[in-house]
Each structure stands twice: as structure tokens, then as C-alpha cells.
């Protein structure tokens, strides 16, 4: 008798150990499945475009024709938040991407773009878009007589580098870019230049804006 309740005791001992069994190994899958479920971010990449003969990391995915515009928050010169694209509906909008102001050939680009704005009329609006602070961008526009164009300032979450894959990793600023979105938000035109001292083709992004109309 006593010898049945001992093998009666292990056999439910032995049960109970095989019942708990694969809530352990369950544990593990579970922890792996919530790690998989965490949101991934934007993509980056390397190989794209070189600083100082270094690659860089472009975070985000470059735009293509045809695509729907992303739209982006960024803040004004006065520094309020607004919704690039909303805020221009109905409009043909030329989406300029530059490093910084104070470089050189930004400095010309926006000029150029400033006074060749006038060609275009009041249903195409020019945006230079760069990492410079609202202050920056402000005092730059005042010494520069830049009354045109206007500058976008994207310093704040990089959400417009992050969604037209400008967004330089390593030191926080665009690389040079220039993007025409139409009136009902489609994408028209890109040109994402080789190097940071390349200046866009004028004249190619100024046609590409006027046929958009």
C-alpha cells in the first residue's frame, strides 16, 4: 500500500513537472515576440553620399516621381509649427533642402532661388528647407534681402530630413536636394545632388514647377 501512494506521488509529481515545462520555454518566445512587435525606426543607409571622403548615413528613404508627397512639420521664422504641405494646399510647392545658410553654396542657392522666384507666379511657393534655427534663418533672410522664398526650419525632430531621406546622421544637417509637389500632392520632380557642393540645375527645377501648374 504504501508503496502505490509513493508511485502515485511521483507519477504526479512527474506531471506536474512536464504540465510546467513549456510555460518556461514559453517565457522566452513571448519575450521575443513583444522585442519583434517594437516599432522599428525610419531606415538608414550608407554609401549614398560621402563628407570629407567618409560615407555618410542618410536616415530615411529617398522620394521618387509620383509618389504622394510626406508631410512634414517644421517651424517658421517666428518659430510656431506648421504642416509644410498643408499650409500650401492648392499650390505647386519647390521643396529646396539645404545644409545651412551660412555655407557658401547654400548662401547662393537661396539667393537664386529668391530672385528667380519671381518667374513663377503666385500659385508656385519656393521653401528652403535646412537644420538652421528659426533666429538663424530670420537674421539670414534680413541681411540677405530674401523676401521670396520662404525659409523652413527643420532643427527641431529633423521630420522633413527624416521623411524626404536628407537627414545626415553624423552632423544633423541635409544633404542638398530639391523636390516639386504638385497641386494634389503627388511628387514631380527629384534631384538629390552627388555631393554637398553641387548647386541643383535651376532652370530643370524652375520647368519642372511651371509644367506642374
Not at 506648421?82 to 499650409?87: E, H, K, P
Not at 492648392?90 to 537664386?112: F, I, N, Q
Request: proline share 5%; with cysteine; charged share 25%.
Amino acid at each position: 500500500m504504501a508503496t502505490a501512494k509513493k508511485t502515485a506521488r511521483k507519477t504526479v509529481k512527474k506531471a506536474a513537472r512536464k504540465a510546467a515545462k513549456p510555460a518556461k520555454k514559453a517565457a522566452p518566445r513571448a519575450r521575443r515576440a513583444a522585442k519583434s512587435a517594437k516599432p522599428k525606426g525610419p531606415p538608414e543607409r550608407v554609401g549614398v553620399l560621402e563628407i570629407a571622403g567618409h560615407p555618410a548615413t542618410i536616415i530615411g528613404n529617398d522620394v521618387v516621381v509620383g509618389q504622394t508627397a510626406p508631410e512634414f512639420t517644421a517651424q517658421a521664422n517666428n518659430w510656431s509649427v506648421f504642416q509644410g504641405l498643408a499650409s500650401t494646399v492648392g499650390k505647386v510647392r519647390v521643396l529646396a533642402a539645404v545644409p545651412s545658410l551660412s555655407t557658401s553654396v547654400c548662401d547662393k542657392e537661396t539667393r537664386t532661388f529668391n530672385e528667380r522666384a519671381s518667374e513663377l507666379g503666385e500659385d508656385i511657393r519656393v521653401m528652403v528647407i535646412s537644420a538652421d534655427l528659426p533666429a538663424t534663418q530670420k537674421l539670414w533672410c534680413g541681411n540677405a534681402g530674401v523676401d521670396r522664398v520662404q525659409t523652413v526650419s527643420d532643427h527641431q525632430d529633423m521630420d522633413f530630413g527624416v521623411k524626404y531621406g536628407t537627414y545626415i546622421k553624423e552632423r544633423r544637417y541635409h544633404r542638398r536636394a530639391v523636390f516639386v509637389v504638385d497641386r494634389n500632392g503627388k511628387v514631380a520632380y527629384v534631384a538629390y545632388m552627388p555631393h554637398l557642393g553641387m548647386e541643383p540645375n535651376y532652370d530643370e527645377v524652375l520647368a519642372a514647377a511651371k509644367a506642374a501648374l
